[in-house]
């Protein structure tokens, strides 16, 4: 059976659903409220959904914290609406994949309230527990601003429990062939309701092994190898989808031999782009793509510029985390962790040009993009809420009340709207920019239908030229029956950059968008101008 690669065609949109569209008015956006918004989706020419948690949980990580894995939050609506929802989503041609948090469970969950008890329960050996807190010791702290240990004391049994996230967050034992067992029951559970595949969470903490740093451990892979198998044999069109944030060497085993991950987020890529745009300095980039290692033709690197999390810096050097912090996270709130808590049009100054050279990397750079609810139109953050909250504020859909994101009293939407400043919602919302052609919005909508024209996007191969000035990132992505060319500028002055264009001499550059008018390639050396952060992306035609 050839099983269809739909995935590298696709266009991802992580979607928040508490903060899309509250149907009922209680001020918590819902699953009915998104079926409502289906045709918005559709019409920007998103194929999959995915979905954070929207399990039953106590939320205090955003629903990270799974009480339940079998149905969902009842705030969020019923089974039976999320069955409605995903007949409506395929009804439409495209699909919908959710999170699946495999290393973690809220301590409210009944299997570590069970737990808690003591060796005596059954459930004892669902979660890792040690009489002393000194096991594992060379594993790192994640969430570095609230965590001062991975091991946590439990008063009710006198041992302490492992968590690689918030206290509340006990490990699952995957050395327990029985949780091995009731987390792939889970997958069919979803699998068999008609999800189309997993965001799966915190993939490197599965296993737990002394002397290591705990993480990419091959216990873990070779679990992941059974859940693919699994998937495979009765889902073959649903896919898996890495949450590691790791670097490239160490992301590269999850796609085996393309039977673990069909695709695997691009984590050391972003913060590099954001980098250039301050250094003007395109180095990185092209340092960090070149050596990302070939992966298996079945797979895919999911691109992104920004997701519900904060921007991470776990991959950069220390030097070059300390060097965006100061630049991008000025203001102490701004950041989290290893990261900056804070949207991208915020990030970019709301300047226009550079989100628009941020989406043409995006949109054209080997891989799936995907992107974050509301970066579509250029929303804002809201640095006085906390922990990650800023950045998940209500979809901001015309200039209504509660941004026309639901009908409850202002004081009851699960967080503020965004109302005040550049961002508010009565000058950044989907209906104005929709309205208007040429609207971040409207552009990015023009790119994502541009890009299903072109499956080189999805497919090709990608070769990073010589640009003789350090703020140009030139490269083209290549199959045999396309070539296409991308310049993205990251200087902010205006510059006339000397190009060697021998390769191509007799062939003609068509911009790609229909602005200019094409050019022949006559001569070897062609000077081309580019204004602050411009970017051209030219078809390369014969003749
Ligand atoms: C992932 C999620 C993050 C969550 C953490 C713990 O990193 O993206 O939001 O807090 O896992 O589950
Ligand atoms: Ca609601």
Known sequence: MSRSLWYKHAVFYELYLKGFYDSNGDGIGDVNGLREKLDYLQDLGIDCIWLPPIYPSPEKDDGYDVADYYTIAPK???????????????????????????????????????????????????????????????????????????????????????????????????????????????????????VDGFRVDAVPYLFEREGTNCENLPETHDYVKELRAMVEKHYPEAILLAEANQWPWDLLPYFGDGDEFHMAFNFPLMPRLFMALKTHDVSPIVKIMEGLPEIPSSCQWCNFLRNHDELTLEMVTPEEREYMWKVYAPDPRMRLNLGIRRRLAPLVDNDERRLRLLHTILFTIPGTPILYYGDEIGMGDNIDLPDRNGVRTPMQWNTSLNAGFSEAFREKLYAPVIDKGDFSYERVNVESASHNPSSLLSWIKGWIARRKKHPVFGMGKVEFLSGKDPALLWYRVYNQDEEIMVFAFFGDEEKKIPLSFDRWRGKTLKDIEGKKSPLFVSTKDITLSFAPYEYKVWEVKEG
């Not at 495999?102 to 069970?114: I, V």
């Not at 008890?117 to 004892?124: Q, T």
């Not at 790192?140 to 240990?149: K, N, Y």
């Open 76 to 194: 969020y609506g019923t089974i039976e609406d999320f069955r409605c929802l995903l007949e409506d989503v395929h009804r439409r041609g495209m699909r919908l994949i959710m999170d699946l948090v495999l290393n973690h469970t809220s301590d409210q969950h009944p299997w570590f309230q069970e737990a808690k008890k003591g060796p005596g329960s059954p459930y004892f050996h669902y979660y890792v527990w040690s009489r002393t807190p000194e096991k594992y010791t060379e594993a790192r702290i994640i969430f570095l601003d609230t965590e001062r240990s991975n091991w946590a004391y439990c008063e009710d049994n006198g041992y302490y429990y492992w968590h690689r996230f918030y206290t509340h967050q006990p490990d699952l034992n995957y050395d327990n062939p029985e949780v091995r067992r009731e987390m792939k029951k889970v997958l069919l559970y979803w699998l068999d309701m008609g």
